[in-house]
Structures are given as structure tokens and as C-alpha cells.
Nanobody, 122 residues
Framework: VQLQAFGGGLVQAGGSLRLSCAAS????????MGWFRQAPGKEREFVAT????????YYADSVKGRFTISRDNARNTVYLQMNSLKVEDTAVYYC????????????????WGQGTKVTVSS
């Protein structure tokens, strides 16, 4: 599966952004999808993941209650709605695909998009 993330940009603290990740191929619905992020000088970290049928979602503690992951299998797309953004949310955001439900480590994801940059200003 090939992934392409988009929707990043510059937003003020407290604002919202919605990231999208479009997948190619007919097997999108068979993958667990996740979002990760990488801030300058830091390791890539888990943000959120969603199972094949949207039955379960998991979030990093740092984004819980502010971010929402969702997917539309008919459109081969996964979304990350980000509300109440903070300066510390500034990073390049990556979408990824995995075979493992609830996966929170990047090594569990075999397919990655190119990333979309999110900058939150104070």
C-alpha cells in the first residue's frame, strides 16, 4: 500500500487542523492505520492508531482528548482531527499502515507516507 499525507500547515495555538492520508490499492481496509510525528531533533513518536473497521482507537497520552483518528474505507483515507493545538504539537506528521491492531511502536508499521508538516505558533 502507498500512502500520501497532506493537510499540514501553520496554525495558532488553540486552533485546529485536519490531516488526511490517502492510500492506494484495494487492500486499505485490511490494514491498521496509525499516525506518528517527529519534532526537530527528536525521535518519531506514536500519536494514534485505528483498527480495520474503526472498532478501536488508541492515543498517546499527550494527545488524548484533543486528537481524533478516523477512517473511511470507501475512500481509502485515514484522518487525524487535531483540536486545541499546542506549540509542542509542532512536528512532521506521518501516516503508516500495519497488520497489528493497537500497534504503538513504529517498527510494527511496514508502510509509511512522506509526512506533512504542522507548525503551531504561540
Amino acid at each position: 500500500v502507498q500512502l500520501q499525507a497532506f493537510g499540514g500547515g501553520l496554525v495558532q495555538a488553540g486552533g485546529s487542523l485536519r490531516l488526511s492520508c490517502a492510500a492506494s490499492g484495494r487492500t486499505f481496509s485490511s490494514y491498521v492505520m496509525g499516525w506518528f510525528r517527529q519534532a526537530p531533533g527528536k525521535e518519531r513518536e506514536f500519536v494514534a492508531t485505528i483498527t480495520w473497521n474503526s472498532g478501536s482507537t488508541y492515543y498517546a497520552d499527550s494527545v488524548k482528548g484533543r486528537f481524533t483518528i478516523s477512517r473511511d474505507n470507501a475512500r481509502n483515507t485515514v484522518y487525524l482531527q487535531m483540536n486545541s493545538l499546542k506549540v509542542e504539537d509542532t512536528a512532521v506528521y506521518y501516516c503508516a499502515a500495519s497488520r497489528y491492531p493497537g500497534a504503538t511502536v513504529k517498527d510494527s508499521y511496514g508502510y509509511w507516507g512522506q509526512g506533512t508538516k504542522v507548525t503551531v505558533s504561540s
